[in-house]
């Protein structure tokens, strides 16, 4: 990747979840004098610990992270809110001439930054939402394919939030705007993925989801719902969040909870990889090939 001079250096570290992404971030960090933006959808809510995986204290090791516990999970957070929170976290990291490094596995939110993507100012439609809310994913789709086959063929198809904001756009300007990207972004980028074979990521999944169960998600979801957060906006938040939602309301026993838990959030690692493959930009390494990744990182900082 060439550098660009006279640009702010931003290094960015993604993959799909379970691949170490975060241990990697803090290893760049704690090398270069970085500070961590997370461009996580879901862990921009507070509260939302155990079941988001968010980093704990330790996992920090130190390292400064923003845009963890922004928003009040009962409320949407908009990926146009976080592009003008993370650019501000990015600009105040750069000043104090530390290295910023986002991190996350929400490709939308990384790509609306790295490629500056303008967003259209549309109002939220609440009597629409609250009829499309009724809807199945499937049909959120399907209506959203009658608007706008481009935007059909990119979007997640799996997540309502999206479906519903995509036709809401659609619905007002007659088509979702196809990625608005400035002539050129603000920052001088290297981004680097984790692959990790399928098997592997598997396992890894599994092993991480019964941890978490181990840590206590369920009193988590419990908590939440106690203070506030309504089933059907845990459902909204989606994958753990979702399917503790239907076992703490006795519709799923948990053995079924966790076997359909484990196979959404394996899906869901499959759309992430297939949305990161788009990028021919991306330097892609093992999470183990640490000494390559860093001198990846070296190289760039020097030009």
Known sequence: MVSIPNK?????????????????????????????????????YKGLDIGTGKVTKREKAGIPHHLLDVADPKRRYSVSRFKREAE??????????????????????????????????????????KKLGKLSTENLFAQLKKLDKHRASEIDRYNPHRLIRAIEIATKLGR???????????????????????????????????????RGMVAEAKRMNDQGVSWRRMEEIGLEYKYLALYL?????????????????????????????????TKWVQFDEQEKTLGYVSNFLQF
């Open 176 to 214: 979702v705007p196809h990625m608005e990207i400035r002539p050129s972004s603000k920052y001088d980028v290297l981004q680097i993925g984790i692959t990790t074979e399928d098997n592997v990521l598997k396992k890894r999944i599994s092993k991480r989801l019964l941890k978490r169960m181990r």
């Open 8 to 44: 702010p250096k931003l290094v960015v570290v993604l993959g799909p979840t379970s691949s170490g992404k975060s241990d990697l971030a803090v290893i760049i960090a704690k090398k270069f004098n970085g500070e961590i933006v997370s461009t996580d959808s879901r862990q921009v």
């Open 249 to 281: 309301q006795n519709k799923l026993p948990k053995d079924q909870m966790l076997e359909q838990l484990e196979t959404a959030i394996w899906h869901y690692a499959k759309r992430q990889k297939t949305w990161f493959k788009k990028d021919t930009r």
């Open 88 to 129: 501000k976290a990015i600009r105040d990291i750069a000043r104090r001439n530390k290295l910023p490094i986002l991190c996350g596995g929400t490709g939308f939110y990384i790509q609306a930054v790295v490629d500056d993507i303008l967003f259209p100012e549309v109002k939220p439609n609440l009597i629409l939402r």
